[in-house]
Every structure is written in structure tokens, then in C-alpha cells.
């Protein structure tokens, strides 16, 4: 079992970037696809984006695509979530995910483990 810890997240003006990390202790990281969530006040937790395990198939939110990007080190044990371009409507507590999987199998927005999430606000 994995446990994960998110950092990174901060208040920056619409436009900016930042890059959350997500970092696993306790599990073999590497055979885990991971994943980005968001819940905004009032919202439910919305996917973001996710990653396979390989690093070779990669899955986005319509609402990120072009803007947000995932990816991971697994020797670092580590995803990370860079954004740009940044919208108030971006404002949310950010959560990762992590799942064991197979090496062959599909990528899916579903997951088992979670971070504790990390506070990102964009102000205009």
C-alpha cells in the first residue's frame, strides 16, 4: 500500500504556472498508474489528469488539455502536475492518486489510493 504526499500547491496570478509533486512511500511505485483530482468549494472531486505506469499512455480533463501536464520519476517516486496558463476556475484543493496495475493494462480514471491534497489558488 502506497501513501502519497502532495506539495507544490500556493496562490499565483491568473496566467502563472506551478508544478505540484506528489511523492510515495511505503509501495512499489513503479507498478502504480497515477493519477491528478481536484475539488473545488462547493464541487465535487473532478478528475485532472492520469498517467500508466510505463509513463507511455497519458489521459486529460478537457478543461487542462493543452495547458496541464503530467508526469513521473520513478526512481524519484514521484508525479508531478505542471500547469500553466492558469484560470480562477483552475482555483482547487489537488489530489493524487495511485492504483497497482498491470503493465498491459488500460489506463482508467479509477483509483485506490489518495493524498491528503494540496490548496492551488489562482486569482484575476
Known amino acids: 500500500q502506497v501513501q502519497l504526499v502532495e506539495s507544490g500547491g500556493g496562490s499565483v496570478q491568473a496566467g502563472a504556472s506551478l508544478r505540484l509533486s506528489c511523492t510515495a512511500s511505503?509501495?512499489?511505485?513503479?507498478?502504480?498508474?497515477v493519477g491528478w483530482f481536484r475539488q473545488a468549494p462547493g464541487k465535487e472531486r473532478e478528475f485532472v489528469a492520469a498517467l500508466s505506469r510505463s509513463g507511455g499512455t497519458s489521459d486529460y480533463a478537457d478543461s487542462v488539455k493543452g495547458r496541464f501536464f503530467i508526469s513521473r520519476n520513478n526512481d524519484r517516486k514521484t508525479t508531478y502536475l505542471q500547469m500553466s496558463g492558469l484560470k480562477p476556475e483552475d482555483t482547487a484543493v489537488y489530489f493524487c492518486a495511485a492504483r497497482p496495475t498491470i503493465l498491459t493494462a488500460p489506463l482508467t480514471r479509477d483509483f485506490n489510493y489518495w493524498g491528503q491534497g494540496t490548496q492551488v489558488t489562482v486569482f484575476s
Open positions: 511505503g509501495g512499489q511505485f513503479s507498478r502504480h498508474a
